[in-house]
């Protein structure tokens, strides 16, 4: 049987193989994710293509719109070329079918369990805050430090459980005040009792974590 790599079939094939180079989509690895643009790009090193140093590896555009989440150094990305030029290269962030776990361990998220009715929609791999929805327990929860649901709010949200429970306080003490037990004391002269308390701001009422407008 002749030899495919030096027959006409084999130079076919390779010629093929050439010309589809850029056609394909390959498994690359982030190497920096430091942009001067300021817009999202990546070094990917792509271990097929043999572009596997700084010096190689293309600087890829972020397939995502209305959204910007950059993948982390080490991370492994799907890198694809807009019509076929390789200078046009675009990343997208993936799980990738390699066997190490390590491997994966960036782009599946920390909370993930296998739960298909638990929606991860972001988690990020450096603290680990994120935003879930359970359609089991239909709930959305979102986990940060600090919440502002317009940027730059500055108005503190209100605390129910502190305020029910302060306001609750409040009208038990008011009541203490001006209920008087029945007497068969005659009714004489007004007394003037001690001066009430004055008012004091309440604490611990209004969350130093969520603001808003």
Aim: hydrophobic fraction near 35%.
């Amino acid at each position: 049987m002749a030899d495919k790599t030096n027959s006409l079939y084999g130079m076919i094939v390779e010629i093929v193989r050439q010309e589809t180079l850029y056609l394909r989509h390959y498994i690359g690895q982030v190497l920096s994710n430091t942009d001067e643009l300021n817009i999202g790009m990546c070094q990917v090193s792509i271990p097929e293509l043999g572009w596997t140093t700084a010096d190689l590896a293309p600087w890829c555009y972020a397939r995502q719109a209305h959204k910007m989440s950059v993948p982390i150094v080490g991370e492994w990305v799907e890198v694809y070329f807009l019509n076929g030029d390789r200078n046009r290269p675009v990343y997208i962030e993936m799980c990738t079918e390699m066997k190490n776990e390590s491997d994966n361990k960036n782009c599946i998220p920390f909370d993930y369990s296998g739960d298909v009715k638990k929606h991860i929609i972001f988690q990020s791999t450096e603290s680990k805050k994120g935003i879930v929805l359970d359609d089991t327990q239909k709930l959305m929860s979102i986990d940060s430090e600090k919440i502002e649901f317009i940027k730059g709010s500055v108005e503190p949200f209100v605390l129910g459980n502190q305020l029910n429970t302060f306001l609750t306080n409040m009208i038990t003490a008011e009541i203490a005040v001006h209920t008087h037990p029945y007497t068969d004391t005659p009714i004489g002269p007004s007394v003037t009792g001690p001066p009430s308390s004055p008012f004091t701001s309440p604490s611990g009422i209004l969350s130093t974590v969520i603001k808003g407008q």
